[in-house]
């Protein structure tokens, strides 16, 4: 359906702050847009689509209950229960783990995607929060479903604040507070001829069927369709987070005016740093100032995207969702303060950010589209593994290592973390082809991750600047080998064993399939892994998660 831009203003995400919460599931149905009809969709806490923004003070711990009270699943038609662990059932009891993305939480805490909490069900996790400052979100992370649980609402943003990143009572920083700081939840979306969301993109796969990637054509913000935002004249913060199910964005304004990056996913950067884009992948966050006082009153300014997707614009020749929102420069004084010069290091001010440590252990791991199924039915791979493999990776505690990302294919695919956070160290562009012919990928379930030395086309790129600073989410780029350096914490450090097993089923269930009572079906790969060790590594692509671009890994002692 045509809808037309900038017609619904933006909302404003609700605030709930304390230290014991509920976070309900709930079915609803959803206005994406004006001309729009309502449709089916997934909220949290009595909203139709999408949950409240938590603020929270790091330190702190929180506990949450999560309570799925889904009835019926706006998007059961595209559940593909040919995926590992989505059971028939789910279509009309649809289950949902809620996991807090950034969070340093304990293993049964963490919304484990077989932490599967069934409609009528809920669960008490326990978050430490012991950990800096931060843009974390939470979203719903069930096994095979997260592709249409997220997509349908179920995400929602959560910040972690200290007295350098409250705005009180002192903000001593100087950071727009209150009004003038507005999280920006960017999303793609597609429609129905009828005006629902639907999760189908290409007539190509069979309906119902996994598709690899939901790419949408029209954009979001905060859940509604290309919204307009009314600014003061001065300067905003906006926490700005990707949860689309598949684009990479490069963000910028219509009118090429230059904005400057204080953080990302965990914490402040050391001082401002101005551009005039970024890309932004599924997954990250980026904390942004923009300064309206340069433009005049009546004045608008949209927040636009250029970038497509490579294969669906190599192949489908589809071009770049073009913008996200309007800014709607009113005749009225904005916040008083100016651009800090300097956000760490010096009086009064948090210590910089210390220097990337040494790794003593160098690690590959490998981004792919294993050969043999690269027609549908498809399946994406990290180290050319399935889900259930027994043959994860085991890091020490208290060690620091390098992850050389090696991404086979030509896409990007954010790679993120479960636990930990890490530092990029750059990326280097690998010779792909030549790789690929020494090192014959075997079939899918046998752990391939050869050294991409000696194959790499170029020094490495360092990343760029506001990229600094603990992540736990990073953009590997087709044809590159994206390098991190992460540290394994101890069970001392963390106050909990990393390494403890999780409990699988957590709720009531109305279902009896083999998938849910421990006897799991064997995956693509004929595993049957039953170690409930471990936390999870993805791809933040969502149809990329649930088939098969996920393992776990262990924090061994
Ligand atoms: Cu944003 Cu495994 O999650
Ligand atoms: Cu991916």
């Known amino acids: 359906p045509a809808v037309e831009p900038f017609v619904d203003e933006m909302p404003r995400l609700p605030v709930v702050r304390g230290d014991r919460l509920e976070l309900v599931a709930e079915t609803a149905t959803h206005r994406f847009h004006r001309d729009l009809p309502p449709s089916p969709s997934l909220g949290y806490n009595g909203m139709s689509y999408l949950g409240p923004t938590v603020e929270h003070r790091a330190g702190t711990p929180l506990r949450l209950r999560f309570a799925n009270r889904m009835t019926t699943h706006p998007l059961a038609a595209d559940m593909d229960t040919s995926l590992h662990g989505v059971a028939e059932s789910f279509r009309t009891a649809p289950p949902s783990s809620l996991h807090l993305h950034g969070g340093v939480t304990p293993p049964d805490s963490d919304g484990h995607p077989e932490q599967l909490v069934y409609p009528g069900g809920d669960i008490d996790h326990d978050f430490p929060l012991a950990q800096d400052t931060g843009h974390l979100w939470y979203h719903d992370h069930a096994m095979g479903i997260t592709r249409v649980n997220v997509y349908a609402g179920l995400a929602g943003m959560l910040l972690l604040r200290d007295d350098f990143d409250t705005g009180e009572p002192d903000n001593p920083l100087g950071l727009p507070a209150g009004e003038f700081e507005v999280p920006l939840v960017l999303q793609e979306k597609l429609f129905t001829a009828d005006g629902r969301q639907s999760v189908r993109s290409t007539p190509v796969v069979p309906e119902g069927g996994w598709e690899g990637g939901a790419v949408g054509d029209i954009g979001l913000v905060n859940g509604k369709v290309w919204p307009y935002l009314p600014v003061a004249r001065g300067l905003y913060r906006f926490r700005v987070l990707n949860a689309a199910s598949f684009s990479v964005w490069n963000l910028f304004f219509g009118n090429r005016m230059r904005f400057w990056v204080i953080g990302n996913d965990h914490g402040l950067l ?34 636009r995207n250029d970038e497509a997707p490579v294969f669906q614009a190599a192949i489908l020749g589809e071009v770049a969702m073009p913008r996200f929102c309007q800014f709607r420069v009113e005749d009225r004084p904005g916040f008083a303060g100016g651009l800090p010069a300097r956000l760490r290091g010096g009086a009064g001010l948090p210590p910089l950010l210390p220097p990337i440590e040494t790794p003593t252990v160098i690690r590959d791991v490998t981004v792919s589209q294993p050969y043999e199924l690269r027609v549908p039915p498809a399946i994406m791979s990290l180290n050319n593994l399935t889900f259930s493999s027994p043959d994860i990776e085991m890091p020490r505690q208290g060690t620091v290592e390098q992850w050389n990302i090696i991404n086979i294919t030509p896409d990007p695919h954010p790679i993120h973390l479960h636990l930990v956070t890490f530092r990029i160290l750059g990326r280097t562009p690998l010779r792909t082809v030549d790789y690929q012919l020494a090192h014959p990928q075997p079939p899918i379930g046998q752990k391939w991750a050869p050294s991409a030395e000696g194959f790499l086309a170029g020094p490495m790129m360092a990343p760029q600047p506001w990229e600094a600073g603990n992540k736990d989410i990073v953009r590997v780029d087709g044809g590159t080998v994206t390098s991190i350096i992460v540290r394994f914490p101890t069970a001392a450090e963390l106050g909990f064993d990393p390494d403890a097993p999780f409990p699988r089923r957590v709720a009531t269930e109305r279902v009896g399939e083999d998938t849910h009572t421990g006897h799991r079906a064997p995956d693509h790969a004929g595993h049957q892994h039953d170690d409930l060790r471990g936390y999870v590594w993805h791809c933040h692509l969502l149809d990329h998660e649930d088939h098969d671009m996920m393992l776990k890994y262990r924090i061994v002692r």
């Open 270 to 303: 050391d001082a401002p740093v101005a551009t005039h884009e970024l890309r932004l992948s599924p997954g990250e966050r980026v904390d942004l100032l923009v300064d309206f006082a340069e433009l005049t009153p009546g004045e608008t300014v949209e927040l």
